[in-house]
């Protein structure tokens, strides 16, 4: 299963008579969904779903289910939603449930010793990244960022450290030159879907051992804050550009103008263009421009505090952009 490409669109390692494994699914967003369907789909028993509990969010503050959490709901599923896996009643339940592996896709917390030693073949993670680059919460929005060419995603045996766990199976997926964060992820959580079913097979037919990780090659990919999103004009213009990609949809790169924070869209580093200083603005037609380190890039959308996102030129007639105005500046 290690190894270039996809896994086929319906891989499957297990033997007809070879019986399924009960499975308790954990992972929390958007993200996590097409596993969840997958396994689903798949010959194996999901009997219950692990994910964060219900938060509050928008305008309203109301509580909102996670999208795996909906999905389990529609499937008549049980939701299992401890502040923490370290509860002793989720312990109870989990040993309770004679489960014999946990798939886990981005659930969100720390998974303990004592809850990993419970299923009779652990806890098997998927994650997007070629471990062992980008071990963390963000390995996507990392790999673009750096400029990687290369990605794919990894089903490895669940840990005490970060991502360590020994390889089952690997996946790799082309970085696109303009691709955005979100755009990547929804690739690689369909393509990693299909990957994680295919492990829980192997496992199932006992063809399958993970190996463990190379010692070289390790790199981190901790989460993006959205400090970390605000862009610094002085850097290069294809740096800006990959990191304003890497951090699209979340959590959405910004600058300021006038003292107020505006969101920006993906921006297009021209090859040609005039030499502005770092941050300053030039209107040329249809297109606003924006100097870096070198060179300049080309706005796309972008949206000014308590409005939505608008092409950057209807933005720039109501801004009145003057000469040597710049955006970046408190």
């Known amino acids: 299963m ?73 499937a008549g599923i049980p939701v299992l939603q401890p502040r923490s896996p370290r509860e002793p009643e989720f312990l109870e339940q989990l040993a309770g449930m004679d489960v014999d592996c946990a798939p886990v896709v981005a659930y969100g917390a720390l998974v303990p010793q004592v809850a990993l030693d419970i299923p009779r073949h652990g806890w098997v993670n998927l994650h997007f990244s070629l471990l062992p680059a980008w071990r963390g919460a963000a ?70 051992e993970p190996q463990p990780q ?24 294809h740096v800006v550009d990959r990191r304003v990609r890497g951090v699209t949809p979340a959590p959405g790169a910004w600058t300021t103008w006038r003292g107020d924070r505006l969101r920006l869209g993906p921006v297009t580093p021209l090859a040609d263009g ?17 100097g870096t380190g070198s060179g300049a890039v080309r706005l796309g959308e972008v949206q000014p505090a308590g409005k939505r996102m608008i092409p950057a030129a209807d933005w720039a007639r109501g801004a009145r952009i003057g000469p040597g105005d710049r955006l970046g500046e408190a």
């Open 2 to 74: 290690e190894g270039h490409g996809r896994v086929p669109a319906r891989p499957s390692a297990r033997r007809e008579g070879e019986p399924p494994l009960r499975l308790l699914f954990a992972g929390t967003p958007a993200p996590a969904v097409p596993s969840l369907d997958a396994l689903l789909a798949s010959g194996h028993e999901v009997v219950a779903v692990l994910t964060r509990p219900d938060a509050r969010a928008g305008r309203g503050r109301g509580l909102s289910r996670s999208p795996v959490a909906e999905r389990a709901d529609a």
């Open 139 to 208: 390995p996507v929005q990392h790999a673009i960022m750096a400029g990687d060419e290369i990605t794919g995603a990894s089903t490895f045996r669940l840990e005490a450290g970060l991502d360590t766990g020994p390889v089952f199976g690997t996946l790799t997926e082309a970085i696109g030159p303009r691709d955005t964060a979100g755009e990547l992820l929804d690739r690689l959580a369909v393509g990693g879907a299909q990957l994680l079913v295919a492990t829980l097979d192997g496992i199932a037919a006992g063809a399958l």
């Open 214 to 237: 190379p010692a070289d090659g390790v790199s981190l990919a901790p989460k993006v804050e959205v400090a970390d999103a605000r862009v610094d004009w002085a850097l290069p213009a």
């Open 274 to 290: 005039p030499a502005l200083p770092a941050g300053e603005l030039r209107v040329d037609g249809r297109s606003v421009l924006v």
